[in-house]
């Protein structure tokens, strides 16, 4: 394991370190543009995957893959570097600052262990390729129920860029040795998972080395009395079916519960048929709706699984009540609402934590700029250089 | 004090139990029970018609007992679910919640099934268990591996052996589980100084963690010829897809106990009755074939296609819905998130449907809930 991890670190060293950083965007950028192809090998290969092993739908899987490329494209990765770091040239050399009048430049951690124990696969890839975009070597650890999908990604890394690609390595998942010796060496370690995993995964972390945790979330949807009409009550209800959907409701961006403002056109029982007639389309399967609490509400699921609930609050102010229990562990909410009050309503759900407010319909499709968990991603991961004349 | 219809319906659900204990009934008598039933339930479980209503599903609208609508599991942890005002039951039994660590008492988490009499639940319970488990033989020496109903009153597991140890043991059977740990020692010594043959009742998370006691201490037994095991559960919870050949191995290597007498039970909160593996009746019936789990006359098991919510293709694996007259304090239909096929008149046990114990990135929100 030391040879391994003053290899890794050596590599990185000679093949990394010094390469621009929109060479890598480049390069990992042009990837994606593969990995968008219905006829790409790796692709093909990481749908079985992703069907057989975690149960995704063909057409989940497919959805999954097309909402993490799109979104990992030459522009996309670009504006993610600006949206960050304003100049991402600063990874490469000192840069002026224009406001501080002084020089700056910022390095990435030599190595970052990333550790998933997730099974949502499409964090695990993101995590590696924020990674090598800061010329980091990168060490993983996918939990035992591994899906394997990270794994195919970076063969197929390899067989597009060798050098970038020789930068990763994924430990054995059940080796626990190894994987408390690659946090030790590590400059900065980066955990996926429930409070319980985190905890145990920081308390190996030494002091001086950063530690970031992406912990289990919980988001929903929105609906204000305005926004729902009889006339876009089957459109607004795919929207929502799409939200439920594409994740299979297993997701941080997942919608648990879709709230409805009384006094709109439609009632509970109407958006909640349609939204259940919706579901049933996409998931391909019986739904069944069960009248239950808390107040007003409905589940809709299938078999015996519970797949959401639909309430009806009376106010939308009543939400921030409803939601505040969850505060730290707020995620997304789709907010339908007209424009005036979006704005207020989006004043509110800030105040509490929500850390991204999107369209219905959207939840699944995260720009690759939104700040993760509520902070920023690249410019958090960065020890900084400051230069003065 | 229940009223006159009520006492009227539960003596015809007895006599139907008394009447079939051994035997199949007709189609037709199952099916006028089973509507009668949904009629009353209809009328008096308030919940249960709000979603027979949103099924477009009402008495005297349907053809076969197939088209009750049967309230998935969930319900029972959402809902109450009983046909009576719930401040005069008797017992409520709960579910034993999810797998997750933090689960605690609290209702979110846990289903309940209201009872405003045992009854009926004590009458479903012997005759399949003289069926399926003691055919053969009646005087055993009871082990159970798990909490008594004194020490685990809202468990239906440890009611149901009570009613076993009161019917076939005559109360001297003894538990072994105290605070959810088996007390190793004392069965060791129990068994060792028993002449008789052996009965164990056992979870199969209590079967394991003794097993494992026994060979950590290189100790074996050879238990009397004819010694049986019942074990049940086993993908619930704390142990998931635990290999039923290899426990039932290490159980004729530890105990002596012959795999063809070790029988499993799959029965669960939300119902009356159980099932049972036909493997030690076959034998005894001399009839020759793979066994599979069957219940009583009066439950029956439809297997149903997820896609479509209607019953399977013969032989395909679909979810299990059960309709149990015996549950009729609250809803004789009930959709599980159990997987199986049709085999014969019951059906074999495939597993638990995985989208629920898939989690990705998403918080258990029900932990949070009420909270």
Known sequence: MTR??????????????????????????????????????????????????????????????????????????????????????????????????????????????????????????????LGMLVKSANLGKVSSKDEGFLEIYLKSLKAWDRRLAGANVLLVPKDKKSTLRAIRTSGLVIAYGGDESLKAIRSHVPITTPFVGYGHRISFGIYAKEALNKKNLERSAKKTAQDIWMADQRGCLSPSEIFIEAGGEVPLAGFSGALARAMERSFAAKAWRLPAGPGEAELIGFGARKMVRVRLVRKLEVISKILRPFQKYLQAVSLEAGPARRKKIADHLSAIGVNRICRAGQMQRPPITWHHDGKPNLASWLAWTDMET | MSDLETRNLDSEIRAFIKKFNAAPAPEKLFQSLAFKLFDYQFTRNENYRKFCLSEGRRPGGLVSWREIPAMPTIGFKELVLATFPIKNAARIFKTSGTSSTKASADAPLRGAHFFDTLALYEAAITPPFKAYLMVDAQDFSFFFLMSSPQESPDSSLSYMMGVVNKAFAGQKGKFYAKKGAIKNEALVADLSRTRKKVFILSTVFSLKSFLNFLKSKKRSFTLPKGSRLMETGGFKGRVREISKPRLYAECEKRLGIDRHFCVSEYGMTELSSQFYDTTLRDQFLKIKRKPFKEGPAWIRTLVIDPRSGRAAKKGRAGLLRHFDLANRGSVLAVQTEDIGRAVGDGFELLGRASGSELRGCSLNYEEFLNS
Do not use: C
């Open chain 1, 4 to 129: 391994l991890l003053n290899n890794l670190l050596a590599y990185r060293d000679r093949h990394l370190k010094d390469r621009k950083v929109y060479a890598i965007a480049r390069s990992l950028g042009a990837l994606s543009k593969k990995w968008l192809r219905k006829d790409y090998p790796f692709r093909k290969k990481a749908l079985r995957q992703l069907v057989q092993r975690s149960r995704f739908s063909e057409e989940m899987a497919e959805a999954l893959l097309n909402a993490l490329f799109r979104e990992l494209t030459p522009p996309k990765l670009l504006r993610l570097l600006k949206s960050e770091l304003r100049d991402p040239l600063v990874l490469d050399g000192f840069r002026r600052d224009p406001i501080s009048g002084r020089s700056h430049r910022a390095e990435g951690p030599r190595l970052i262990t990333h550790i998933f124990s997730g099974n949502v696969p499409n964090p695990a890839i993101l995590s590696f390729i």
